[in-house]
């Protein structure tokens, strides 16, 4: 089946800093999201991002569909950033496959 | 707009009881998926309905079921629950671009 795998697993960073989470998938995709879990376990959407690059604010996404991998950049990060990322993955029906998602601790 | 809604937010029930859970889709949406999130397997998905139909199924055993009735609403049913039920169930809504929008959640505990 489709493999998703999520780098780095945790990732603990100074309040600032810059950051770069990475997810590579196993096969086309026509849908890949990026979530962020928040402490009361609701998934927040980020991007709905199959292909190309977007941006919000300080967070940016790139995903190359055909090297089957996406990137979530987190810039000048701030301590409300902590949580777990997760990517998803999906082709052809609503079925969505996660990853195992990233840990992000900013500290103060 | 309204977000994706989901009742009860938590659950405590007991070995062999069964549950129902409910979630309310973001009007207009017409696709609800259901998704486990235990601390050993992850997020997985349950199953999918559209239209009151059930498009896909994921890897749980017949105790899991649910349903669409016509406003799009969707309920999951597990019978016989077991200690491994417990978990966080979040349902997603999504219109046609495949986009999935996700519920807040119903955190699940069998004693």
């Known amino acids: 089946g489709i493999q998703v795998e999520q780098s780095p697993p945790d990732l603990i960073l100074q309040e600032g800093a810059n950051s770069t989470l990475r997810c590579n998938f196993s096969?086309?995709?026509?849908?890949l999201q990026w979530f962020h879990q928040n402490p009361w376990g609701q998934l927040i959407n980020l991007f709905y991002?199959?292909?190309g690059t977007k941006q919000n604010g300080r967070l940016s996404a790139t995903t190359v569909a055909t090297e089957r991998y996406s990137l979530l950049y987190i810039s000048s990060s701030q301590t409300t950033d902590s949580g777990v990322y997760f990517c998803?993955?999906?082709?052809?029906?609503?079925?969505?496959?996660f990853g195992t998602g990233t840990r992000l601790t900013i500290i103060p | 707009k309204a977000g994706v809604t989901q009742t009860p937010r938590y659950l405590i029930k007991t070995r062999g009881q069964q549950v129902t859970l409910s979630c309310s889709p973001i009007?207009?949406?017409?696709?609800v998926s259901w998704y486990q999130q235990t601390p050993g397997q992850g997020l997985q998905f349950l199953f999918e309905?559209?239209?009151?139909?059930?498009?896909n199924k994921g890897n749980f055993p017949g105790r899991f079921s649910g349903r669409q009735f016509s406003n799009s609403r969707s309920e999951m049913n597990v019978s016989t629950l077991e200690l491994g039920d417990s978990a966080l169930y979040l349902c997603?809504?999504?219109?046609?671009?495949?986009?999935?929008?996700f519920g807040p959640g119903t955190r699940l505990t069998v004693l």
């Open positions: 998803a993955w999906g082709f052809g029906n609503e079925k969505l496959t």
């Open positions: 096969d086309s995709v026509n849908n």
């Open positions: 991002i199959p292909s």
């Open positions: 009007s207009g949406h017409r696709s």
């Open positions: 309905y559209f239209s009151e139909t059930q498009r």
């Open positions: 997603a809504s999504s219109l046609t671009t495949n986009e999935q929008f």
